[in-house]
């Protein structure tokens, strides 16, 4: 009667070459995960972006109310999902530029709500050191981590 079965070195060869295997995925498998956050970063500043872009037009138009002391600009990246009533309306129907605020993807508290996931400048501000204040004339990600292509997430 002759015995099947695999012996000790087919099995420790066999385990080598899955553990080799295993160190050349791993690192692809992070650095693919990492592309996917960056993909839905850059889709998240575009979007937010191009909403704070469409309220400073509606504020130039006069569709949006205006002060003598406002930059044109959200006064909070709340407006954007609320909206603001359209003064050229006679029903005065609300305008909403987003329908939520996207969490920044790079932020690893899932606790905090996802306005405060992203970092504000105001018109005001420089861009080199960017600062809240009155109005929301840009956005960035608070991440301290730089992507893929050698640059922060903080100046995308």
């Known amino acids: 009667m002759k015995l099947r079965g695999f012996t000790l070195i087919e099995l420790v060869v066999t385990v080598a070459i899955i553990s080799i295997l ?3 995925i791993l690192p692809m498998a992070k650095m693919m995960a990492q592309r996917e956050k960056e993909k839905e970063l850059r889709a998240s500043l575009r979007n937010m972006r191009e909403a704070i872009d469409a309220y400073k037009k509606l504020f130039d ?4 109310r205006k002060s003598s002391r406002e930059s044109g600009y959200p006064p909070n990246l709340a407006v954007l999902v609320e909206g603001v009533e359209d003064e050229k309306d006679p029903k005065k129907q609300k305008i909403r530029f987003l329908r939520k605020i996207p969490t920044d993807p ?3 508290d899932l606790n905090i709500p996802a306005e405060q996931t992203w970092g504000l400048r105001s018109y005001a501000s420089e861009a080199i050191d960017p600062q809240a204040g009155d109005d929301v004339f840009d ?3 608070l991440s ?4 893929l292509n ?3 997430y903080r100046v995308w």
């Open 61 to 64: 138009e006069g569709r949006v």
């Open 139 to 141: 956005i960035y990600s």
């Open 150 to 152: 050698g640059r922060p």
């Open 106 to 108: 790079m932020n690893t």
């Open 22 to 24: 295993a160190t050349g």
């Open 144 to 147: 301290t981590n730089t992507g």
